[in-house]
């Protein structure tokens, strides 16, 4: 019996201790390399949908204090930095009050004017290529055909993707002045230009708030079937965007 009592004991420290390991490989992981994320709203339209769930690299631009959980790192700027590149989605800690997590594109580098003509983006004075294709089309709760216009955008470095116009190049934010990114700073856009809230409204993104690179889709749901609703879970999965890659 003592022998059954000793061997259970260490059983159960042998477990014990390899849930410890895990925990602390996954806060490891999560830390320095991926973190887990999810789109709570419809800004980042078509590229990302309510309902994706995402990791995130955080070693893509290296580390500032907002890679940390809570925003706990203790020291300022970052360390092991690489400057994005034009066209990444990437998340970032919301300016001004840097409180929440924010994803979106960015198309404005250090020392770029950007501006908005006519739902038309503009670099440097030069409007940015976009050819219109096929509209989103979709019924509301009513029956009732919608439209949107879509049209895909490259970037001058050739970063192509597609945005959204709901209101047709007539939104309120599809006419803005210039902007002129200042040194370590970025612009950051919704690719669902009419419905994002974005640096058009509250400037720029500073190269400290930067948290990682949106890299590939690991889930997504429509939402339809909760977490205690299994019997749904199957025909809410949107099984045809599982591992899709982030572009």
Same mark, same amino acid.
């Given at each position: 019996?003592?022998?059954?009592? @000793?061997?259970?004991? %260490?059983?159960?420290?042998?477990?014990?201790?390899? =849930?410890?390991?895990? #925990?602390? &490989?996954? *806060?490891?992981?999560?830390?320095?390399?991926?973190?887990?994320?999810?789109?709570?709203?419809?800004?980042?339209?078509?590229?990302?949908?309510?309902?994706?769930?995402?990791?995130?690299?955080?070693?893509?631009?290296?580390?500032?204090r907002y890679a940390f959980p809570f925003g706990?790192?203790?020291?300022?700027?970052?360390?092991?930095?690489?400057?994005?590149?034009?066209?990444?989605?990437?998340?970032?800690?919301?300016?001004?009050?840097?409180?929440?997590?924010?994803? @979106?594109?960015?198309? %404005?580098?250090?020392?770029?004017?950007?501006?908005? =003509?006519?739902?038309? #983006?503009? &670099?440097? *004075?030069?409007?940015?290529?976009?050819?219109?294709?096929?509209?989103?089309?979709?019924?509301?709760?009513?029956?009732?055909?919608?439209?949107?216009?879509?049209?895909?955008?490259?970037?001058?470095?050739?970063?192509?993707?597609v945005v959204r116009e709901g209101q047709s190049d007539r939104g309120p934010a599809d006419n803005?002045?210039?902007?002129?990114?200042?040194?370590?700073?970025?612009?950051?856009?919704?690719?669902?230009?009419?419905?994002?809230?974005?640096?058009?409204?509250?400037?720029?993104?500073?190269?400290?708030?930067?948290?990682?690179?949106?890299?590939?889709?690991?889930?997504?749901?429509? *939402?339809?079937?909760?977490?205690?609703?299994?019997?749904?879970?199957?025909?809410?999965?949107?099984?045809?965007?599982?591992?899709?890659?982030?572009?």
């Amino acid at each position: 019996m003592a022998k059954d009592k @000793k061997q259970n004991t %260490g059983g159960t420290f042998e477990t014990v201790r390899t =849930i410890i390991y895990a #925990l602390l &490989i996954a *806060g490891v992981v999560r830390t320095f390399l991926f973190q887990p994320f999810n789109i709570p709203s419809g800004s980042m339209i078509p590229t990302l949908l309510v309902g994706d769930y995402l990791f995130v690299s955080k070693f893509s631009y290296g580390y500032s204090r907002y890679a940390f959980p809570f925003g706990m790192g203790f020291f300022s700027g970052r360390i092991f930095g690489s400057e994005p590149d034009r066209g990444d989605v990437a998340v970032f800690r919301h300016p001004p009050t840097n409180q929440d997590d924010f994803i @979106k594109r960015l198309v %404005g580098m250090p020392g770029d004017r950007i501006q908005v =003509i006519n739902g038309h #983006l503009h &670099i440097n *004075g030069d409007p940015v290529t976009r050819r219109r294709i096929e509209d989103h089309v979709s019924r509301d709760f009513q029956g009732s055909v919608r439209r949107v216009p879509q049209f895909e955008e490259t970037l001058p470095n050739g970063r192509t993707y597609v945005v959204r116009e709901g209101q047709s190049d007539r939104g309120p934010a599809d006419n803005t002045g210039e902007f002129v990114v200042p040194p370590g700073n970025y612009f950051a856009m919704g690719d669902n230009r009419d419905d994002s809230n974005d640096s058009r409204s509250w400037g720029f993104v500073p190269r400290e708030n930067l948290i990682g690179r949106a890299e590939i889709i690991f889930f997504s749901t429509d *939402g339809s079937a909760g977490w205690l609703e299994p019997w749904g879970w199957i025909q809410a999965t949107r099984f045809n965007r599982i591992l899709d890659s982030i572009d």
